[in-house]
Every structure is written in C-alpha cells, then in structure tokens.
C-alpha cells in the first residue's frame, strides 16, 4: 500500500467513524450515534455526508497538516531570537519574555520563546532542581517574624564597587524590604531595621544568621555574666533588646530559606535590571527610577522591593 493511502487518525476520529458506518448501515440510528460520538445530531449529519462522498478521509479536519491561523509570523521568530541571541544571552524565557515585551514591544509567551529556543539550539538559563528539605510552615500573621540577610554579590558586575544589600522578608505574607549598602555592619544592620520599622512596624521576632554583627564571638564581659547571660551581645542584639524584639540565629541557610530565595531572585532579576539602566554606581539621597521599579522583580510571591531602596545613578 503506498504511504498516500494511509490515514493517522486520532482515537476519538476512529471511534467516530465507526459510528457513522454504524449509522450508515440503519444498525444504530443517527441520534444514537451522536449521543456516544458526543457530537450534535446536526454535526454528526455533515460528518456522515463527508464520509459518503469522501471515505475514510472526510473524518479529517479540514485544516489537518496545514500551519494554524494563530501561528506567530516566521519574521517575528527570526527578530525574537535575534534580539535574544543580542541582548539577553544569559536570560531566562520567563525574563527574555518579559524584557521583549517591555524594551521592544513584542508580546511572545514564555513558554513559546522556550520552545523557540531549543528549535534553534541557543542557550539559555534554566534553573537547577533543588534538593528536598523539610519545609516549616509560615508563621501565621504579618509582623511575628521577619527573616533578614546580607546579600555579598557584585551586583554591578564590575561597574563600580561591591555592595551588599540588605534584605528583610515577613515570614507570613513575603512582604519584601530592602536596602544598598557598603558593606554588613551594625550601621547598616539598624539602618535597614529602622527603614522596616518606620513602614511596617517593629515585628515580634528577627530570624537571622551568626554573623559576627548580630553574634560577637568574644565571650561575655563581667556584667554580662552577672545578668545571666552566657554569651555576649552585640550592639544590634542590645538594640532589640530594648525594642522588645526576639533575636532568633538560624544554624544553616537553608533554615532561613525565604530570604535566601528572594535573594536568588533579585541576584538573577535586579543584575540585569542595573546592567539595561547602566547603573555603575551609588549616590544617596538622589531618586532611581531603577529601583523605585524593583517590585515587579518579586510580584509573583505577592511581594514588593521598598521604593526607598538606596538608589543607583550613572557615574
């Protein structure tokens, strides 16, 4: 038999056809065809009328083996992966989409820019699967635990100097806080912890890690050791002392696991996004429209970067 001879057919389209022959033949009548086939009894009519003047093939839908209607222009294709192949080597699909639809006005989904790129064999970031860890339920309101961290990244990557930014993140809703800063002290420690407050409060607790800032590793002085304690407190442990704040150290990074996600995210996202603004450097006190920006970074967890960000200009 020659290959024009042969049909692919779908399940549903041989079990259809068997049914129109069974009507065809009086074995069954055309109302019972089309309650079995799911069809209206008025499309299994024009279904039968097809398969008598065509055969098998009228089973077929017309537009089997041609290109869909809906299909994306063979031009457009071509300027989105050389746009990406240009400009966003080392992005995501999800990014990539998003940046081409915001910097070049091309709307394309990321999952047809995905599949776009393996056709055409380029690279692109893909995330790596994580390893399986308990997973420790969200406090149960906003306020009763905040995780916060120190991100050490050269976020401008070579541009200017390095900086580290301080994140807070609410256990229970993802509420984001941030903050630049020239290194991870006790200023920058309670300067961010002041910038938190004054927009969301004071919270119950701090979930953090054993940084030398927040856990001296000296031993206690007299006076410590006279009240108590058995280790000595750093000036930020002092200072929630008196604001009446639990201090909480997580024994590894997974433990504090939000916060180390959501500076994932701003080490892949906000890099990127100071590389397009060309930032290379640190004023205080000056707007940025880059930063003032940075909430659609971590919109997906129903989270927003403070507008107060230390803001970044051109050198």
Known sequence: MDGEDLLRMKPHEIKRLHLIYQALEQRISQKQAAEVAGLSLRQMRRLMKRVEAEGDRGILHRRRGQP???RIADKTKQKVLALFEKHYPDYGPTLASEKLHER??????PETLRLWLRQAGLPYKQRKARPHRQWRPRRSCFGEMVQRDGSHHDWLEGRGPKLVLMGYI???TSTVEARFYAHEGTVPALDSFRSWVQRYGIPCSVYLDKHTTYRPPQAPTVEEQLQGREQSQSQFQRAMSELGVAV???HSPAAKGRIERLFQTLQDRLVKELRLG?????????ASAILRDAEKFHAQQKAFVNERLEPWTKS
């Open 104 to 109: 070049h006005r091309i709307e394309i989904h």
């Open 278 to 286: 060309g930032a290379s450097t640190l004023v205080l006190k000056q």
């Open 170 to 172: 609410d256990d229970a």
């Open 68 to 70: 869909s209607n809906r």
């Open 248 to 250: 909480i150290h997580a």
